[in-house]
């Protein structure tokens, strides 16, 4: 089946990705931001990905670009995270607006479980099996997305953000599912921290000129 959908599962090219940045930014207020890498993964899983080496040699995204991911994830340039701890003010906006991003990852993979409820547990198969079924389930996923939007994903599946009361109402998938297993971190070298922890201090101008309007309310509301 995913072999004549394949369509909707393409991996996408360098201008591709330039497009979808620049999407991203327009929609989700994160310049710079291609996307979110999946949920909390184990960090040999991740090495051994096919998207490890080109997030490393910067083949795959437009310069400049990354991906934003959640804490199990090694800092690095072209994967971003969260501040820990007890950040400053400037550090709290950063948050809420990278966790406005990386809310896509969390809703697209939340409700893709929701809907395919053998992604919600170990899976029991060969590894080749395995991986068609998985892709089975994301071509069918984005084609009901494409083809069935309204019926496939009525009001109030996924996470929705009022900027007017200033709230996070959460999707319904949150309800339908247990929440999904985090598992081992990842490690980083120190050098790749560094220069990763110098590009996220630049997003202090979501500060000033790079603010929206509704930031402030939603930090002290949450």
Known sequence: MYEALDEYLQVRDKKEWEDIQVGFHHRWN?????????????????????LY????NGSLLP???????????????????????????????????????????????????????????????????AIKMIRT????????????????????????????????NLGTWRSEINALPSIARSRINNRSKIAAEKLREKYNFFCDEGAVTWQNYMINNN
């Not at 599946?157 to 709230?167: A, G, K, L, Q, R």
């Open 63 to 129: 310069e400049g670009g990354f991906l934003v991911g959640d804490d199990a994830f090694p800092l690095k340039t072209a994967l971003l995270k969260r501040y820990p701890n007890e950040p400053t003010i400037a550090e709290k906006i950063y948050n809420y607006r990278f966790t406005r991003a990386r809310r896509i990852v969390e809703n697209a993979f939340g409700f893709l479980v929701s809907r395919f409820r053998i992604l919600a547990k170990p899976i029991q198969l060969q590894e080749e099996t």
């Open 30 to 50: 994160f310049p710079g931001c291609c996307g979110s890498y999946g949920r909390n993964s184990d960090g040999g899983v991740f090495q051994a990905s096919s």
């Open 137 to 168: 389930t994301c071509v069918l996923h984005n084609w009901l997305r494409k083809s069935s939007l309204h019926t496939y994903t009525p009001p109030g599946s996924i996470d929705y953000e009022d900027i007017v009361n200033f709230t996070t």
């Open 53 to 56: 080496p080109v997030l490393e």
